[in-house]
């Protein structure tokens, strides 16, 4: 009996310390959380991260700590990093108006990071868990309207970016036809006195040689020479005649 009596003792005693350190923890974690939100409050959101990073050290699963810590980085303009807490402690089980509070605030870092379609999935988690919230309605419809905007000038620029691309193409085709006509025309136009050039050689049957313009002084000397033919012509008839007489004349018969 004595032997069992020191084990209980002892067992309790371990629980006893376990919670009293678990107790001593959570206080320590509460009076940093406490000096964070000082800190905070003061517009030092720095230094309360440091804070809120100490609590969370005594206790990880401190949910305020948690929280608080990504508001710090929210207000440092760390949204990334801000979005990654509350996307964590979104997925905690948490009472309906804190979730909606967590919810709200992620859905802040993607506003920021215009993420749009993330954004209003959280505003519209956020709004189910508490329908009356006001600020996340605003949000959620100017996350609206500004995703509706970007999806506009996307469509806007990419009909422009189309209308680019027919543009230059209607150009370049009509300067394909346009180099593709002077290519035909040259080739027609080579096939052209190649065939004149051809026909130019090639004499037709019966056809006369084509006369030559004579000048008035070639026609003169011509003519000169025509009556100095006949001239000659006519004294030779004479002279043949004239010896003929006499040869008929001259004979003995």
């Known amino acids: 009996m004595k032997k069992q009596f020191n084990v209980l003792n002892i067992l309790t005693l371990a ?3 376990f919670f009293s350190l678990k107790l001593e923890a959570q206080t320590a974690s509460k009076k940093t959380l406490r000096a964070g939100n000082d800190k905070y409050n003061n ?3 720095t230094e309360a991260e440091d804070y809120y990073r100490k609590a969370l050290e005594k206790n990880d699963k401190y949910f305020k700590a948690k929280y608080n810590l990504s508001n710090s980085l929210y207000k440092q303009k760390k949204y990334k990093e801000a979005g990654e807490g509350f996307n964590e402690l979104s997925e905690m089980e948490l009472n309906p108006s804190d979730k909606a509070k ?8 993607y506003l920021q990071q215009r993420e749009w379609e993330k ?3 959280a505003y519209k988690k956020s709004l189910k868990l508490n329908p009356t919230d006001k600020e996340t309605k605003y949000n959620l419809s100017y996350a609206q309207k500004h995703l509706l905007q970007e999806q506009q000038q996307k469509n806007k620029n990419k009909n422009s970016k189309d209308k680019n691309q027919n543009k230059e193409q209607d150009k370049k085709d009509s300067k394909d036809n346009k180099d593709k006509n002077q290519d035909k025309n040259k080739q027609q136009n ?13 004499k037709p049957e019966g056809a006369q040689p084509k006369e030559q313009k004579m000048s008035k002084q070639d026609a003169q000397r011509l003519l000169k020479a025509i009556a100095e033919k006949d001239k ?3 004294n030779n ?3 043949k005649k004239v010896k003929a007489s006499k040869v008929t004349i001259e004979k003995d018969w």
Do not use: E, P, R, Y
């Open 15 to 17: 629980i006893l310390i």
């Open 43 to 45: 517009g030092n959101f």
């Open 102 to 109: 967590v919810l709200h605030n992620l859905g802040n870092t």
């Open 119 to 121: 954004c209003i999935a």
């Open 190 to 202: 080579q096939q052209g006195d190649k065939d004149k050039q051809k026909n130019d050689n090639k």
């Open 232 to 234: 000659n012509t006519k």
């Open 237 to 239: 008839l004479d002279k």
